[in-house]
C-alpha cells in the first residue's frame, strides 16, 4: 500500500515536472527549491521539505541550529546533539543506512553525507520516490556551504545564511599565535594520526596549536612512534569521553614520546570535537581554554 | 661461500635497520638514544624473529602437505587469528594483552579445529584434509569475524583490521620475550624431524618403510609449525608471502635437505622481514607503509627471477 503510494508520488512528480519542461519553464520552476549537492546532482523540491531523515550527527545539529529541529523524523544512533534530536526515533547506525528504515519514516527529504554506500543508498530512495541529497563535510570550509543547502531545502535560508557566515569566516581566519605543538592520535596500533585537510587540524590551528603533522596532506595516516618522538609534541590529543590516560601511555615503546611520558593527554569529547559542526567555534575556545590551562 | 653471504646479509639487515629511520639521530648520538634502545633495536630484533618463525613454519608445513602452495596462513591460521582479535575489542577486553592474546588463542582454536578435522579419516592426519579443512575452517572464522564487525561499532574493529594486516608498531622487548618464549620449542621439535621429513618429500609409504614414524612425525611438524605462526601472529599480526615465498626461495638456493633448508629458511625469513620492515618506515618517511605490503612488492618478483632461472636450468 505504501509503495503504491510512494509509486503515485513519483509519477505525479515525475508528470509535474515534464509539465513545467513543455511550458519551456526551466527548473527550479516557480516556488520551487533547486541546489546542487557534492554528487552533482540537482536536487529540486516543490516546497521546503518537511520530513527529513539526517544520516549525519553534523546535519542533524545543523538542522537544529537553523531552527529546522521539528522537521526531523529520522537521525541515526550517533546524533545525539543537541538533546532534543534523542526523540527523534533512529533508523539505525547509518553504517549503511538501512533503506527501508528510513523509508519507513515517509520522508520527504533524506540527507546523506557523501560516501560510496551511501551514493548507493541515496540511488535506491530514489527509485521509491524519495528525494536525497549527497553533501560533503570533512572540513571546516565545508561548513558553511553545507548549512547553506540544508536552508534553502528546509526553507530557513535566513538562519542558515547567518549560521554560514559565521562558518565562512571561522574558517577563513589564519591560525591563531601560539607556541604549543600537539598530535591527534586516533589509534595507537598501528599509530594513526590527524593531518592536514582534516578538521581537528583546523581547529588545532584556531585554537593556537600546532598540529606536528600538518605536513601529511591527507586527513589521517600511519605513522611510527619514532617520528612523533622526533617530533615531539607538547600535548598528545584524543578524542575520548573519559580522562584515562590510554592503555598505551605506560608501554615501554610509546614513552619514547616525551608527551606521553609527561602524561600530557588532552581528552576531548567526541560529542564536541569528534564532527564537523556549527559548535566549532565553541570547540575551538574549549581547546585553547585546555592549552592555557595545562602548563 | 653461501652461508658466508647468508651471514653477511643478515648482520647488513639489521644494521641497516638500527641506522635507518624516520627521525633523524646523529651518529654520536645514537647509542644513547632511547630510540635506538626503545624503538629501532626492539622492532629489528622482533621483524627478524617473526621472519625466521615464519620462513621455517613454511618449510614445515609445505614439507608435511607435500604440497608448494602451503602457506603457514592457508591452514586457517589468520582467520582464528582475526576471529580471536575482533573479539577482545568487540567485548572491550582491557589490557595492552587483550587483543594479541585472544588473536593467538584464535590462531590456536583455529589449529585444534583444523588438526581435529585432519583425523577424520583415521588416526592419520591426511594431509588434503588439513589444507581443504583449514580453508573451510579459515572462511568460517572469517564470515563470523565480518558479522561482528558489521553489528558492532566500526572505528574501533576497522582498527583491529589495521592490527591484523600486520606489522611492527607495536613492537617493545615485551613482545620479543613473547616470541622468545614460545619460538624456541616448535623451532627445537622442527630441527628434529629434519630427517624424517627428507624421508617424507619421498611419499608417506617409502618413509614409513625407512623407518619414520609418519603418524607422529605428522602431528609434531603440525603442531610446531602452526603454533609458530601462532606465536608470530601474536606479535605482529598477519603478515603474508613470507612463509611461502622464503621456503621456495630456500629450496633453489640451498637444496631440498631439511637440515639446511630449516636454518637457513630462519635466516633469510629474518632477512626478508627486517629488510622489509626498515622500508616500510623509511621509504614514505613520515608515513609508513603496512609491511606486508612490502613484503609483498619485494617477495614476489624475487620470487619470479628465481623461478625463471630454475626453469631454464
Known sequence: MRRWVQRTHLAGFVALTLTACARGEHVPFRGGIAVTDDAGRRVTLAAPARRIVSLLPSFTEILFAIGAG??????????????????????????????????????????????????????????????TVLVDLNRLEELGPAARRIGALTGHSRAADSLAHVMDSL??????????????????????????????????????????FHDLSSPSAQVSIETIAARDPDFVALLSDSALPPGYASRPEWRVVRAVRARRFLFLSGQLFGRPGPRAAQAIRELRRRLAGTP | MKYVLLGAAAVTTLAAALLLGPANVPLGDLLGSPILWQL???????????????????????????????????????????????VAIALHLPGPWALPLAAFVGAVGAMALVYRLGLIGGAELDARILLLGGVAVGAFAAAITTALVSLAEATELRNAFLWLWGGFSGASWTTVLVILVYAPLPLVVLAAAARPLDLLALGEEPAQYLGADVRRLKQLVYLSASLLTAAAVAVAGVIGFVGLIVPHVCRLLWGRLHHTLFPTAFLTGGILLAAADTLARTVVAPRELPVGIVTALLGVPLFAFLLRRWTVS
Request: glycine share 12%; charged share 15%.
Open chain 1, 70 to 131: 521539528d522537521r526531523v523524523v529520522g537521525r541515526t544512533t550517533w546524533c545525539d546533539y543537541p538533546p532534543e534530536a534523542l526523540a527523534v526515533p533512529s533508523v539505525g547506525d547509518g553504517m549503511p543506512p538501512s533503506v527501508e528504515a528510513v523509508a519507513a519514516r515517509r520522508p520527504d527529504l533524506v540527507l546523506l553525507y557523501r560516501s560510496g554506500p551511501n551514493v548507493t543508498a541515496a540511488e535506491q530512495l530514489e527509485r521509491l520516490g524519495i528525494r
Open chain 1, 171 to 212: 574558517a577563513s581566519q589564519p591560525p591563531a599565535p601560539g607556541t604549543q605543538s600537539l598530535v591527534f592520535i586516533v589509534w595507537d596500533n598501528p599509530p594513526i594520526v590527524i593531518g592536514a585537510g582534516s578538521y581537528l587540524d583546523r581547529l588545532a590551528a584556531l585554537a593556537g596549536a600546532r598540529n606536528v
Open chain 2, 40 to 86: 629501532r633495536l626492539p622492532r629489528a630484533v622482533l621483524a627478524f624473529l617473526v621472519g625466521g618463525a615464519l620462513g621455517v613454519s613454511g618449510v614445515g608445513l609445505q614439507a608435511l602437505v607435500r604440497n608448494p602452495l602451503a602457506d603457514p596462513f592457508l591452514l586457517g591460521l589468520s582467520g582464528g587469528a582475526g576471529l580471536g582479535a575482533v
